[in-house]
Nanobody
Framework: VQLQASGGGLVQAGGSLRLSCAAS????????VGWFRQAPGKERHFVSG????????KYADTVKGRFTMSRDNVETLLTLQMNSLKPEDTAVYYC????????????????????WGQGTQVTVSS
């Protein structure tokens, strides 16, 4: 699976951005998928995730209520709608997918993912 993230940019605090992650090679069906972010000099942190069936969504406490993750019906596109952005949301955002499975919940550990997009920069100015 090849992942291509896009949609990042510069936005003022309180604004919105919509990130996309397009999959090629194979679909995202039956895979846990997630979004992570990494600020300069910091570790990569979990933002949101869907379980393999798409029936369960999990968000980090820091983004809950502001971010919404979805996967399209064709299961080749992930999106992350980010509203009410804050300066502390500034980071490189990565999409990720795990190997296909038919069990398990959401995954919030980067080591649980096998495929990664290249990252897209999100900068929120105060």
């Amino acid at each position: 699976v090849q992942l291509q993230a896009s949609g990042g940019g510069l936005v003022q605090a309180g604004g919105s951005l919509r990130l996309s992650c397009a999959a090629s090679g194979r679909s995202l069906s039956n895979r846990a998928v997630g979004w992570f972010r990494q600020a300069p000099g910091k570790e990569r942190h979990f933002v949101s995730g869907l379980n393999w069936s798409g029936s369960v969504t999990k968000y980090a406490d820091t983004v809950k209520g502001r971010f919404t993750m979805s996967r399209d019906n064709v299961e080749t596109l992930l999106t992350l709608q980010m509203n009410s952005l804050k300066p502390e949301d500034t980071a490189v955002y990565y999409c990720a997918a795990a190997k296909a499975t038919y069990a398990g919940g959401t995954r919030d550990d980067p080591q649980d993912y096998d495929y990664w997009g290249q990252g897209t920069q999100v900068t929120v100015s105060s």
